[in-house]
Structure formats: structure tokens, C-alpha cells
């Protein structure tokens, strides 16, 4: 991305009465983030420390923000410039931004879809948000979907079911569902042998009742890399995979997650072929 401030987006009057003119660089040059963010006397204290987060956030997927930022790293910016009537100004949305850490390029472009929704992609338009199998194992059929409340075959009991269960010969590759770290590899209860794999911000996937586990904690994995091998163990009635997907400990419909990241990258890539 050449440094010209040359995404212009013209937006109706918003609810907070701020007109959103034309888009502008927020920021040029190989600096500290935070401190250039804070330099920037145009805007509000409150607005610096967002674009800040907004950055963090756009790459968190690419960077590790606690630990690979050095000083000579560089970042630019284009944000939406909001200027209401008496004059004040406000930054708006971030629609692009580079940055180059340890010698690496990063680039982002905010996409909007036809939908609404709106995500970042490289130049390649490829998601930020990288890829995830949609399916992390080699499965004959789907033998239980999440559901709020089902019989549990062993337990006899009503139990909630926070994830999903492909059934496999014993022996099949579990493969991790997208790029990330190894967090846990143990022997748990009625998981049985269970892997997790850590994606950042704050999203883990878990694989459970394995015959045995490919990975040591702490190991990076690749999308598609066998983590652990389809089983039996723990509290399971047959060879099957059951598969949890968690943002911030929270238990997500794995199919709907998994599908939407999928299509965040579809629908930009028939995008791409319109222009
Ligand atoms: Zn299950």
C-alpha cells in the first residue's frame, strides 16, 4: 500500500451527526504505534486509544501484540475522518492499514459485503481471519449436532451437547481446524484423551475422545496437520471425534462458526472477480 491518502468514502449523516468527508491517513511513518496514535493531536484522547485497539485487533491474527512489536516497526493507517457541524473531529472506521514488523509486511483492506458485514483481507483477498477446515476430521457422518439438551447415551441423563460429533473409524487423522498452539494434551475425564489448540483472540478448539495424541503442548500447528487420531476413550459409546469450538470459554455452534469464516472468504473472493 503506497502512502496516499487516496480511499475516499463518502457517508451519509450519521446518528451521532458527524459527517464522514473523505478518508484520510491517520498515520505515515515508521513509528511507535501507540506513541504515534497519541501524537495525533487532531483527534480525542478516547478516539487515539480505540484506533490503537481497532489496529491490534485487525492483526491480531498476524501479530502477537504483547510480544513482536519493536521500535523501528512501522504502521500506516487510513481511517474514515468524521467532522460535524461545529467542527470537531472524530475518526470514524478503519478501512486500511499496514504495517511492517521484524522486517515482515502485513497489509489490511477493510471489505464490506453485500450483507453489510464487513471484514479485513490482505491484497490477495485473503481473509485475516485465516481459513479453518470445516470439518477437522475425515468423518462417515455427523452422529450428534450441538444441541441444548440431549439424552446422554452412557449417563442416561439430559445433558447439553457443546459441540459436535463426527463419527470415524478408529485410527482416522483429527486434524487441527486452523492454524494455532498446542494448549492442552491430556488425559481428561470424560473427554478421554483430548487435545486443544489455541488460535488467538481468544478462540480454542478441542478435539476429544482420542486413541492417541500426535502433538506435545506447545507445538505449532498448521490447518490440516493431524494433531491426534480418532478413538474411543473417555465417555463415548463408539470411534468418534467429538469437536468443541470456543471463543473466550464460550461454546460456539462449530458447523455455523466454521461455515461463516468460510464464506467471509468465498463471498470476497466473488467479490474480487465483480470488479
Ligand atoms: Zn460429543
Known sequence: MNAKPTIAQRRGEGASGFIATRARQVLSEAVDLLERVVDDTLLAPEDRVRLAWDLADIFAWQVDFSRDIRSGDS?????????SEDGEVRFGRV???????GGLGYTAYRWTSADGSSGFYDA???SLRRAFLLAPVQFRRISSRMSSGRLHPILGIVRKHEGIDFAADAGTPVMAAGDGVVARREWSGGYGNLVEVDHGSGLITRYAHASKILVKQGDLVKRGQPVAQV?????????HLHFEVLVDGVPQNPTRFLAGRANEAKALAGATRRR
Open 75 to 83: 504502521f500506516r493507517v487510513v481511517a474514515e475522518r468524521l467532522v
Open 95 to 101: 478501512l486500511a492499514g499496514d504495517m511492517v514488523i
Open 124 to 126: 490477495e483477498g485473503r
Open 231 to 239: 478413538g474411543n476413550s473417555g465417555r463415548s459409546t463408539g470411534p
